[in-house]
């Protein structure tokens, strides 16, 4: 059982940056993909990026490329979403995901655990 903690949610206009945190519980973090999606107003949930076991991969959607970075820290138990010249679209409910899968399974949305989600709101 793996547990997913967010943070670093909040509000900011655009242009500006936010870093999203995500704590995950249990000794196999390294064993799991990470990586996040969000869910907008009205909208269904849409893959964010993801980062693979070792860090020596990642992949983004293209709506976020070039302005958003995973990260992780396999040591600390935490992956990151640093969002950069962030824009009102970028608006949603962000969550944190862990697979036992593949990249390409979790682009999809085959994850096994899901954090609660944080706010993110960017302001025109």
């Known amino acids: 059982q793996v547990q997913l903690v967010e943070s670093g949610g909040g509000l900011v206009q655009a242009g500006g940056s936010l870093r999203l945190s995500c704590a995950a519980s249990g000794r196999t973090f390294s064993s799991y993909v990470m990586g996040w999606f969000r869910q907008a107003p009205g909208k269904e949930r849409e893959f964010v990026g993801a980062?693979?076991?070792?860090?020596?991969?990642?992949y983004y959607a293209d709506a976020v490329k070039g302005r958003f970075t995973i990260s992780r820290d396999n040591a600390k138990n935490l992956v990151y979403l640093q969002m950069n010249s962030l824009k009102p679209e970028d608006t949603a409910v962000y969550y944190c995901?862990?697979?036992?899968?593949?990249?390409?399974?979790?682009?999809?949305?085959?994850?096994?655990?899901w954090g609660q989600g944080t706010q993110v709101t960017v302001s025109s």
């Open positions: 980062v693979s076991r070792s860090s020596d991969s990642t």
């Open positions: 995901a862990a697979s036992s899968g593949w990249l390409i399974t979790f682009t999809r949305g085959e994850v096994d655990y």
